[in-house]
């Protein structure tokens, strides 16, 4: 690459993922420019923000790596130590502890505004990172070399290799010619906060109804985060309810498993569908998070499955720099595609056949899902198994 065209990375999209991406290959050594339409709102104390993650060890252990964890740990993170599943219809419950895996926690509780905010701020402190902010991908150009991000503010970024992380409705997959499977769930996830009569017992609680699993999640200041999922035709009905009403609605869906519910936010509900890019490098693009797969908020795995694939692009990286090797060499993004594809896309169908069972009144789902959810209770190595999955370890 010439002096003129400084850049081993551009990274389209500064969400989780994107400055996740942006700042470990920075750290790794590498040059990199980052391209972001709007920049993030700063987190304050005050915040609302109703869109929190689940978030894994292995995903804490990334930021760990890129000195931002603390800092978000320190803002507002609450570690959650246990699970509890059970079904409305069938009646078996499942009951996972950290204590079981020999840990302290499963995982952490964490706003999306504030992951944004710290990993954005760490982009602006590191030297090996230049911002374009606000600017917006326009075109992409490739040869065998290089591809080139051209900007809506006239740059071009020449570079080795392009990271599309900007979302599910990817302008980077769109200029890239990748194409994705879709397939609408026909229900909305409704969330809220909401303050609860009895604690919460850092316990991430999920009850599935007929109508879809409603999520309790305990957050830091004594609050729940609640992911309601349940057919469009019933969230707009419930978001329009009377605060009174509602409560009185979700109390009752959630068995009062914590006593008398009170909402401590406003409600907002969004569609839920299934979006898998059919594949996620062309050339010398890779997409990364939503941009290449978007999941069933079930396991509130989707933030994690994001930042997997940028631990595992971050090993190929390395592994190619310290051989001062090609960055964007079609092989060692084939490699690494095929196994994020793989990956992704068991999670992506295994959370979907989950919400069928154990969303669904017909008999025979009925009839199985409560033996299934004992089963996996009971036989030795199952539930270990299944928190394994879901922390990334």
Request: proline share 5%; net charge positive.
């Amino acid at each position: 690459m010439s002096r003129r065209d400084p850049w081993d990375l551009v990274v389209v999209g500064a969400g989780v993922v994107g400055s996740a991406a942006a700042l470990a290959a920075a750290r790794d050594g590498l040059r990199v420019a980052l391209v972001e339409a709007h920049a993030p709102e700063a987190w304050t104390p005050a915040s609302t923000d109703l869109r929190v993650y689940a978030f894994a060890p292995d995903s804490a252990a990334l930021l760990q790596s890129l000195d931002a964890w603390d800092a978000v740990r320190a803002a507002r993170a609450h570690p959650y130590r246990r699970m509890r599943v059970w079904d409305a219809a069938g009646g078996a419950e499942l009951d996972f502890d950290a204590q079981s895996l020999g840990r302290d926690h499963l995982g952490h509780i964490v706003e999306h505004a504030l992951l944004v905010d710290r990993l954005w701020a760490a982009c602006g402190r590191e030297p090996g990172v230049q911002r374009y902010c606000p600017d917006k991908l326009v075109a992409l150009e490739q040869d065998d070399n290089s591809v080139t991000a051209v900007l809506e503010g006239g740059q071009r970024l020449r570079a080795r290799l392009l990271l599309g992380a900007d979302g599910a409705a990817s302008r980077v997959r769109e200029l890239a010619g990748l194409d994705v499977d879709r397939h609408d769930y026909g229900q909305q996830g409704l969330v809220a906060y909401v303050q609860t009569e009895h604690p919460h017992e850092d316990t991430a609680w999920q009850r599935f109804l007929p109508s879809g699993p409603l999520a309790f999640l305990p957050c830091a200041d004594g609050r729940s985060s609640i992911v309601w999922t349940q057919p469009e035709a019933e969230a707009r009905r419930r978001l329009a309810l009377e605060p009174e009403a509602f409560e009185r609605e979700l109390t009752r869906a959630f068995d009062a498993r914590l006593g008398q519910v009170r909402l401590a936010s406003a409600r907002v509900a969004f569609p839920l569908r299934r979006q898998l890019a059919k594949a996620y490098v062309a050339g010398r693009v890779a997409l990364l998070g939503d941009a290449a797969h978007a999941v069933h908020p079930l396991a509130g795995q989707g933030v994690n499955l994001g930042l997997r694939d940028v631990a595992a692009l971050r090993a190929e990286l390395q592994r190619a720099s310290a051989r001062g090797a090609d960055l964007g060499a079609a092989h060692r993004l084939a490699r690494w595609e095929r196994g994020r594809r793989s990956d992704n896309a068991l999670a992506a169908y295994s959370f979907e056949a989950i919400n069928r069972v154990f969303s669904n009144d017909a008999m025979w789902p009925t009839l199985v899902r409560g033996p299934l959810l004992g089963l996996a209770g009971r036989v030795p190595g199952v539930a270990r198994l299944l928190l394994r999955q879901a922390s990334g370890r």
